[in-house]
């Protein structure tokens, strides 16, 4: 068996034996890792408490046939304030599981984990209420799904876009309208999230416009993906300030 270093964000833990932990994480260098963690579950264990959903850690692995093993733990981030907010934690419960649906097991996806560590981070340090739709829309054009918005998806016309329709690729005119109406707020929202001002929309406060915004990223998100996503997203209401 190979050894390996590696980043991971860890997704989920699901409790093998009497000690033991199966644990799903989504790393830089080797994609979406499924590994056992030996051991974990004891009370005297070192790493039993670094390896929790969500947790940013540094890993030293053993590579195996069907399930790499777990030797080496360090604890980078726990996103405390993340865990300790409903709203932020649903939030990211979300990315996680957006970002392991487009993971693959030993496939690096370098941009892709740091997206996701950032946009904890961010989430972590302001609440950013705007954020799971802006990254959400991010990762659509980081795989290559970019909306277009600068003009109607199907007919080209640069005038008004009224409405979005995913399986056509983006905004349409009035004309062309299908799929769900779009607020020139929420089309304005996606253009500044794509084309650069994403620091600014972050900055701003959650909306109607923002709420239509999330709400019509999460399902391009699901079309592409082909399901559902099972993460609760209670944050489509207006948050708490933090």
């Known amino acids: 068996m190979a050894q390996y270093r ?3 964000v860890v997704i989920r833990t699901i409790r093998i034996g009497e000690a033991d932990r199966i644990v799903t994480m989504v790393s830089p260098e080797h994609g979406k890792i499924r590994a056992v963690a030996k051991g974990v ?3 005297k264990s070192r790493i039993g408490g670094r390896l929790e959903p969500l947790s940013h850690v540094a890993l030293l692995c053993w590579q195996g046939r069907e399930l790499d093993v777990v030797t080496q733990v360090e604890l980078i981030d726990a996103f405390r304030p993340v865990r300790e907010d409903l709203q932020r934690l649903s ?4 990315m996680l599981e957006i970002v392991e649906q487009f993971s693959l097991e030993n496939h690096p996806m370098p941009e892709l984990f740091t997206m ?3 946009a904890l981070e961010t989430l972590e340090r302001t609440g950013a209420p705007m954020l799971l739709g802006a990254f959400c829309w991010k990762v659509l054009a980081l795989e290559g799904f970019s909306p ?17 329709d995913a ?16 607020s020139p707020g929420a089309v304005d929202l996606v253009r500044r999230v794509l084309g650069g001002g994403l ?21 391009a ?14 944050h489509l209401a207006e948050p708490n300030a933090s």
């Open 148 to 164: 277009v918005v600068s003009a109607c998806a199907r007919c080209g016309d640069g005038g008004e876009l009224v409405a979005f």
């Open 6 to 8: 590696d980043e991971g």
């Open 91 to 94: 939030a990211a419960m979300t």
């Open 221 to 234: 998100i699901e079309l592409h993906l082909d399901r559902r996503l099972r993460s609760t997203r209670h």
């Open 167 to 182: 399986a056509e690729g983006g905004f349409l005119c009035r004309r062309c309208r299908r799929g769900q109406a779009a």
């Open 199 to 219: 620091s600014g929309v972050l900055s701003e406060p959650f909306g109607p416009a923002a709420q239509e915004m999330e709400h019509l990223a999460t399902t």
């Open 116 to 118: 996701l560590v950032r």
């Open 41 to 43: 579950r004891k009370t």
